[in-house]
Structures are given as structure tokens and as C-alpha cells.
Nanobody
Framework: QVQLVESGGGLVQAGGSLRLSCAAS????????MSWYRQAPGKERELVAR???????NYIDSVKGRFTISRDNAKNTVYLQMNSLKPEDTAVYYC?????????WGQGTQVTVSS
């Protein structure tokens, strides 16, 4: 079955960096787009970045120039490099795979940015 396992979260000071990883299994990883979402306390889950099967990327405005999504199809892994982190980036970050209208989610990884 589909499994998405995130790692790499933690506590970092403002201005610091983290790299999140999401190891995927149970589907043909290289054939599908992958996304990173985040959910802050009291807020709705929001799409942060998306990478197509061909490597095209999209970002929400608030992370453009600071975050980079990438994928390694040989390792079935998608990454989110986060630089110049801000306290407002604090959230649980989730890996996502959408298959014919059905969303698959990982368990999430907590990112906390202190000021």
C-alpha cells in the first residue's frame, strides 16, 4: 500500500535551515507529482510546494526564494530544502501524493522556528 514517511523536522532559530525528506513506497513514484503541505496551529492545511513528475515546481508566494522542492526518483524520495526560516514557517509539514482525487498523507514532521 501507499506509504509516505517524512523526516528532518526540528527546532531551529530564525534564519536557519532544515531539509525535510519524504520516502515514498507502494506506487510508481517517478510517474506522479508530489507536494509538501503545512498546517500551523489553528490554521488550515496549506500547499507549500509541488513538483511534477517532470521536475517542474510551484511554490506559494511566502516561501518563494527560500524553499526548494526536489525529488530523487531513484530513491523514491522528495525533499524540501528550507532556508532563511521565519517563525511564521512553524507548522507540521506533510508530504502528499494525489491519485485520481484521493489524497495520501504522511504522518507529518514538526518544524518549529524560534525568534
Amino acid at each position: 500500500q501507499v506509504q509516505l514517511v517524512e523526516s528532518g523536522g526540528g527546532l531551529v532559530q530564525a534564519g536557519g535551515s532544515l531539509r525535510l525528506s519524504c520516502a515514498a513506497s507502494g506506487f510508481t513514484f517517478g510517474s506522479y507529482a508530489m507536494s509538501w503541505y503545512r498546517q500551523a496551529p489553528g490554521k488550515e492545511r496549506e500547499l507549500v510546494a509541488r513538483i511534477s513528475s517532470g521536475g517542474s515546481t510551484n511554490y506559494i508566494d511566502s516561501v518563494k526564494g527560500r524553499f526548494t522542492i526536489s525529488r530523487d526518483n531513484a530513491k523514491n524520495t522528495v525533499y524540501l530544502q528550507m532556508n532563511s526560516l521565519k517563525p511564521e514557517d512553524t507548522a507540521v509539514y506533510y508530504c502528499n501524493y494525489l491519485f485520481y482525487g484521493h489524497n495520501y498523507w504522511g504522518q507529518g514532521t514538526q518544524v518549529t522556528v524560534s525568534s
